[in-house]
C-alpha cells in the first residue's frame, strides 16, 4: 500500500510540474519574441521579428489597405538591412538615386544618457515607412533593457482587429503587456502610440534614474 501510494504521489509531482511548466511556456507563446540584452542585436533582431512575424505583418497590411495614402511598412530594399544610424551617414546619394530610396528621418531619442522621456507617441507622415517609427518607439526600452540586466519580451497582436500591434513587457521594471497601437491618420501616415503613457513615462524615469546613478 505505501509503495502504491509513493508512486501515486510521484506521480502527481512529476504531473504537477509538467504542467506548471507547460503553463509557463504558454505565457510566453512561440510567436512572442524575447530580445537579447544587447541594444545592437536587440535591434537587429526586432528588425527581422518586424518583418516576419505573421500577425505584425496581417495588422499592418490591414491598415494600410484601409488607407492606402498613409504609407508603406518597411524601409525599401537598400535599407532594409541597415540600421538607422548607418542609413543615415553611410548610404552613398548615388545608391539613393538609383533606386529611388529616402533617407529616414531620424525619430525619437539618440541615445540612452540623453533620452529622459521615452517617447509615447509618434505621427508619420504621408508615404513614409512605419517600421523606423516602431523602432524609435521601442529603441529606449532596449537600451534600458541592457542597463537593468533584463531582455525586453515583445508580443503579437491576438486579434486582427483593433489597433494593437504588440505588447511589449520588461520584468521588475514595471512594464508588464503594454500595448503599442498604430492606426492610419486621414490626411496620411500613421499615428503610433503607447497604452498608459504617463504610468510608462513614470516607470521609465524612475528606473531610468537608478541606472544613470550609479554610473
Known sequence: MLGRHSAAGKTFIIAFFLALWIGEGSLLSASAMRLPQSPFKAEKKLGRWLKREPSVREKISRIIAQNPAAGSYAFPAALAEMGL??????????????????????????????????????????????????????????????????????????????AQLLAMSLQDCGVGDVRLNVEARPGGGFRIWFDQGMALAEAYARQRGRETASY
Do not use: H, Y
Request: hydrophobic residues 40%; charged residues 25%.
Open 85 to 162: 544610424k548607418d542609413a543615415l551617414a553611410d548610404i552613398p546619394a548615388v545608391e539613393e538615386r538609383r533606386t529611388g530610396a529616402s533617407r529616414p528621418r531620424p525619430m525619437g531619442c539618440a541615445n540612452f544618457s540623453e533620452c529622459r522621456l521615452p517617447p509615447l507617441e509618434l505621427d508619420t507622415v504621408s508615404g513614409e515607412p512605419l517600421e523606423p517609427a516602431i523602432q524609435a518607439m521601442l529603441r529606449p526600452w532596449l537600451w534600458l533593457a541592457e542597463a537593468v540586466g533584463r531582455r525586453l519580451v515583445l508580443t503579437p497582436p491576438q486579434s486582427g482587429e483593433g
